[in-house]
């Protein structure tokens, strides 16, 4: 199995910058894409950015040149850097992972999720 823990959550005034981390473990050959979602009370769950192995990003409309992902394949860890945070911002922030695992004998691919981590902003 694969697991996913997260840190960096925390309150903060709006203006001000966070910066979030997943680091993955367990069963692991490769990771391929890695992303962050978040989910604020009483909506969907959304893509807040996202990066390829290869480093190839995207991201939501809301976050464009205020959040910035980054990862390190040698860590198995993504980052969200968020700066400019607004009270819009406010949600629970959960990391997911696209991993390829090695069981000894077979190759398969699993979809796995952090546990979430709290960003509140305060305006």
């Known amino acids: 199995q694969v697991q996913l823990v997260e840190s960096g959550g925390g309150l903060v005034q709006a203006g001000g910058s966070l910066r979030l981390s997943c680091a993955a473990s367990?069963?692991?050959?490769?990771?391929?894409?890695m992303g962050w979602y978040r989910q604020a009370p009483g909506k969907q769950r959304e893509l807040v950015a996202a990066?390829?192995?290869?480093?190839?990003?995207n991201y939501a409309d809301s976050v464009k040149g205020r959040f910035t992902i980054s990862r390190d394949n040698a860590k198995n860890t993504v980052y969200l850097q968020m700066n400019s945070l607004k009270p819009e911002d406010t949600a629970i922030y959960y990391c997911?992972?696209?991993?390829?695992?090695?069981?000894?004998?077979?190759?398969?691919?699993?979809?796995?999720w952090g546990q979430g981590t709290q960003v509140t902003v305060s305006s």
């Open positions: 367990g069963r692991i050959f490769s990771i391929n894409a």
């Open positions: 997911n992972a696209d991993v390829l695992s090695d069981s000894g004998t077979y190759y398969y691919t699993g979809d796995y």
């Open positions: 990066i390829s192995r290869g480093g190839s990003t």
